[in-house]
């Protein structure tokens, strides 16, 4: 999935599409009658609005729709039944709130437009975009972006160091915000679908789930110490946490922008497994710095791999603290904010 950005905000209207409702979409052609089903969420986070839903010429379907978390969101299905993971979708202007729009060409390219006061059919700078790449519609190729420099989240290295993790320990660490529903959905998504996986393997194996304001269902799990997971809620002091954990998890399914849990655990020393999307916006190599799953089965295999490899727990610890102090220290971030302030006073010279 190739790294698209965040804007805009929606109003917290629970966006649901059904079957039925996809399957007239897709039928279309075959002029079919599709039975309803229950409803499927899209969203994640439950709090979208204006949503567009579009079929290319191949039957593929696209929607788009206001997310109030995490700006515009994208997904699409080849099948009208199976989704692929929403894609943040980030455009160089401000829309000002107007919903956008999606229009299929007869190639299958799915371009993107406003509507403005006067009824008008805008696009941007005379530029049209899919969700993997841009094109010029005047066939110029110019698409008059302005560049844009990027100056991502800091972390004190000197005030975060890495943990004594506790030898042969087999418990699992997560945390985050648990109210934020992008956070409490990866987590959830973990839970149900991956932490059983994991526990057939290695049945000795436990979770620790750390965060404010847990939902009640992580609540009800915890009360039952067969399942093997822990819910703190808030905590002041996450090292001991860390201390006895062999390593850290975060699912991300949904959402946008750059996960600062992910650099602290860099600066703690951690061994972490996270999906494509979690680890957006961080300049990590799998397999190097990180592990990166994104199906249940793939995920599993990742923590089980890395619970059973003491040699691959250090390599992963030994370079995400190096990739931190390297790339997100605050010293080195704030070298690179001096850099384009001084090119802007270059310009204006």
Known sequence: MKKLYSIGRGFIILFMFTHALLGAVSNTHAQSVQVWSEPINLSMSGAASNPSIVADSKGTLHVLWADEFDG????KSEDGINWSAPKVVD?????????PLLFSDALGRIHIFWINDKGRRITLDNSV????????????????????????????TDHI????????????????????????DGIRWFVQEVFPLVRQKMPKTTLTIIGKNPPKDFVRLAENAENGVTVTGFVEDLDPYFAKSALMV?????????????LESFARGMPI????????????????????????????????????????????????????ENKHDWRVVLGELDKTYEGLAQTSL
Do not use: H
């Open 129 to 156: 975009y899919d969700f993997d790449a841009a094109m010029d519609i005047s066939g110029n190729g110019n698409n008059n972006i302005t560049p844009i420099s990027v100056i991502p989240i800091a972390v004190d």
């Open 250 to 262: 975060i699912p991300v399914r949904a959402g946008g922008g750059m996960r600062v849990r992910i």
């Open 161 to 184: 160091r890495p943990v004594d993790r506790e030898e042969n320990s087999l418990n699992i660490l997560t945390m985050g915000t648990l109210y934020y529903p992008p956070n409490a």
């Open 72 to 75: 515009f969101q994208y997904v």
């Open 273 to 324: 497994v996270t999906t494509t999307i979690g680890l957006e916006g961080i300049q990590a190599e799998s397999g190097k710095d990180v592990l990166v799953a994104d199906s249940p089965m793939d995920f599993a295999q990742s923590v089980i791999n890395l619970l059973q490899d003491k040699t691959l727990q250090d390599k992963l610890s030994i370079n995400g603290r190096r990739l931190v």
């Open 91 to 99: 455009f160089p202007f401000d829309p000002k709130g107007k919903p």
